[in-house]
């Protein structure tokens, strides 16, 4: 790589900077605001909070299931009890008790 002389007047070259410098300035305050509401300024930033709301949902997610679960064990018990009914008299017993030996 060469170096190649600048043909630009020196202040042009320093307002060109200045500008450079300003523009800098600019979006570095607000990447700093950014990272203020992302990680939080002495609060909770949006990086904690959204991880606690997919906590929350993973949390409610597992609680439906163990309830649909839960539900779906009672239906196929009422199901196995109206077709398969459980003996009501002594008699009954006696004969389930014979065929089982």
């Known amino acids: 790589m060469t170096q190649e002389k600048c043909n630009h007047?020196?202040?042009?070259?320093?307002?060109?900077f200045a500008e450079i410098k300003a523009q800098l300035e600019t979006l570095l305050e607000k990447t700093g605001?950014?990272?203020?509401?992302?990680?939080?300024?002495?609060r909770e930033g949006l990086i904690?909070?959204?991880?606690r709301l997919e906590q929350t949902h993973n949390r409610s997610v597992w609680i439906s299931r163990v309830l649909l679960g839960a539900v779906l064990l009672l239906v196929v018990?009422?199901?196995?009890?109206?077709?398969?009914?459980?003996?009501?008299s002594i008699e009954g017993v006696q004969a389930v008790?014979?065929?089982t030996k």
């Not at 007047?9 to 060109?16: F, S, T, V, W």
């Not at 904690?48 to 991880?51: G, M, N, Q, S, Y």
């Not at 009422?78 to 009914?85: A, D, M, R």
Request: net charge positive; proline share 11%.
């Open 77 to 88: 018990n009422q199901i196995w009890l109206k077709v398969f009914p459980l003996p009501t």
């Open 48 to 51: 904690i909070r959204t991880d």
């Open 9 to 16: 007047p020196l202040p042009e070259c320093i307002e060109n």
């Open 97 to 99: 008790q014979v065929k």
């Open 33 to 42: 605001d950014i990272q203020k509401v992302l990680r939080g300024n002495g």
